[in-house]
């Protein structure tokens, strides 16, 4: 009897480990998306040329400009946000949030700032209680600017013709980029900045510049990283403020679509939309 309990024992001993290490070696599993991710790229504006090439906007306040407008802010609010989110600075919540409550009630008009003509548009329309700021642009651990200035590392490198052929390559982007503004809308110019073909040479303008400096002095590289990391900062605001069930409406400089897009995707936290389904008229919102 001892034996035949002591195999009991031990196969149940052998079962409780098997099972416990079958526990242990089980892949956890990712969570579903529980949110919605609508990211609109946008040209600015208010013609603030901060950028290597900038569109030059006429004035969106005028009546032609502020119809289309309308009409792509109409098409965008199909997606039904729950949360607009923008690109402020978030420590300027408070002046954002008066600012927003103003327009809304029509104590303030909105300025040209594609975060006002877009954002609080939406939001104001929505009925939503505001817009959430959510930009960083800051070093962060890179410690100084030194260390990121490629147009001096082109200098000291001898990279001037490397640099001119990219220059002609991103002018010839831009000049399209100008000629679809001038001739067409803003929904036009919209659907062209969150094309798959805009995106795809956007992209590559940011490969070019992590080329300029050497293997011992990649300042192009690190720039790069400055770039990555400020997206990243971006898109982890973006989280924080998003709630399960949320359908999130990003309102962001082009230039951060191919970022920001892949974070959401990879985050697997978001259900991410294609932007150029809801810039067309005609499209099923759903």
Not at 35 to 40: H, Q
Not at 68 to 93: C, H, N, Y
Not at 233 to 244: C, E, L
Not at 264 to 269: C, E, F, P, R, T
Request: glycine share 8%; hydrophobic share 40%; proline share 4%.
């Amino acid at each position: 009897m001892r034996n035949r309990h002591g195999r009991v024992a031990t196969a149940l001993a052998v079962a409780a480990f098997m099972a416990s290490f079958t526990s242990l070696a089980a892949p956890p599993t990712d969570p579903q998306p529980d949110a919605d991710f609508l990211l609109v790229g946008s040209f600015h504006m208010n013609n603030p040329g901060h950028d290597v090439h900038n569109t030059k906007v006429d004035d969106v306040l005028a009546e032609k400009r502020q119809r289309e407008i309308a009409e792509v802010a109409g098409l965008i609010a199909r997606f039904k946000p729950t949360k607009i989110m923008v690109e402020a600075d978030t420590t300027s919540q408070a002046k954002l949030d008066a600012d927003f409550t103003a327009s809304c009630h029509g104590k303030r008009a909105m300025t040209r700032n594609e975060v006002e003509q877009l954002g609080f548009r939406i939001a104001c329309e929505q009925k939503l209680p505001g817009v959430v700021a959510v930009d960083w642009n800051e070093l962060g651990p890179i410690k100084s600017e030194d260390s990121v200035d490629y147009i001096a590392a082109i200098e000291r490198h001898g990279q001037q013709a490397q640099r001119e052929e990219h220059l002609r390559i991103g002018k010839a982007l831009n000049d399209e980029d100008q000629r679809t503004l001038a001739q067409g809308t803003i929904g036009d110019a919209l659907l062209r900045l969150n094309s798959p073909e805009w995106l795809r040479a956007n992209a590559r303008a940011y490969f070019r510049i992590g080329l300029y400096g050497t293997a011992q002095d990649p300042i192009g590289a690190n720039w790069d990283m400055l770039w990555y990391g400020r997206n990243l900062a971006i898109f982890n605001n973006i989280v924080r403020a998003t709630k399960p069930g949320d359908r999130v409406l990003v309102i962001y400089g082009a230039g951060h679509g191919n970022w920001l897009r892949q974070l959401a995707s990879d985050s697997g936290k978001y259900r991410v939309q294609d932007t150029t389904r809801w810039l067309q008229a005609g499209t099923p919102a759903e």
